[in-house]
């Protein structure tokens, strides 16, 4: 049965907006790890401007369970650096009979691209995915597709990637595989794509499998696409998780100890820019010599461009006829192992 549960936080001076952001995902987080109720939080604001929180742990043994899970004590940790917890009584409006407090209404943060903020746990129930999901518009249900982002982070290209796939006839799912907002600097995304390792996204792909398994408008069918680093981590995918149906990688390409061909049982179309310095040729072409060597069934398109020629929101990048033409075959590919 679930246990309701009320909590006061005092935001530290100068910190409002971070307990803002933290008490927005604390509830999804516990639901994401099947600790909380799925019942949508109440969060309020105090005319002091604390902020109380009103959700319902999924069950006692939840409650305990929680106090001792990782990611949960490491969320905890972050509230204890921006606020102090404190008791009821000490709010203004405790003493008054019939206390009225501020909805404190947070706007979902994809909504401009026609995408909705989900959390989901990551294979292994130690941590949490943030991702954007884009769903059809209609009765389902759909095939799937895993959407995985440049190194700069799950920004709105790659969210108006998801609702262009949604569009399409298909349950768009991104992963945010840094859990940090994306960035614009170069530098800022180099040091997280190091920092990323790819048996933790691969732990948010399986992940994410298993969020899409659980919704009732999904047909079972998935693949999976990514750009640049997300290009890699598709590859490292079709080759270490089981249960998808295709995998479509934009110029990246992964460790060479995840490349375990012999393990794909999904076909792989690559898609690749003949004036990319980083992922030309040269890189890619034993690759998939390799893959086809393996029995898997491989396919190459190769694009007069350069890196990152399906970046739309970047004219140094974007190349327009490139970028249709591969949208063009993606869909085809799709149709052809979704449907």
Known sequence: MPVPVLCHYRPKPGAE??????????????????????????????ADGAIVELFAWASPEA??????????????GQFAEVCTFEPLAVLPEAARPFAHLANLERPDPFA??????????????????????ATPAGAGPWPAVIVLHEWWGLNADMRRTARRLADEGYLALALDLYD??????AGLAWERSNA?????????????????????????RVGVTGFCLGGGQSLAAAAQVDGLAAAAPFYGLCRPDFATWERVTCPIEGHYAIRDGAVGP????????????????????????????????????????????????????FARCLR
């Open 282 to 333: 040269d890189r890619v072409e034993p690759v998939f010599a390799a893959m086809r060597q393996a029995g898997v069934e491989a396919t190459l398109h190769w694009y007069a461009a350069g890196h990152a020629f399906m970046r739309a929101g970047d004219p140094k990048a974007y190349d327009a006829a490139s970028a249709a033409l591969a949208w063009e075959r993606l869909l085809a590919f």
């Open 17 to 46: 907006a971070a307990l803002e952001a933290l008490v927005a995902r604390h509830t999804p987080t516990l639901q994401a790890l099947g600790l909380a109720s799925p019942r949508a939080p109440w969060v309020m604001r105090a």
């Open 180 to 185: 940090a907002e994306p960035t614009e600097d």
């Open 63 to 76: 409650a305990g369970a929680a106090h001792q899970h990782p990611a949960v004590q490491a969320l905890w």
């Open 196 to 220: 990323m390792t790819t048996a933790a996204s691969l732990e948010s792909v399986r992940g994410a499998l298993d969020f899409l398994r659980a919704r009732p408008d999904y047909t079972g």
């Open 112 to 133: 401009a691209e026609g995408c909705a903020e989900v959390w989901l746990a990551a294979a292994g129930g130690q941590r949490v995915v943030r991702a954007a999901l």
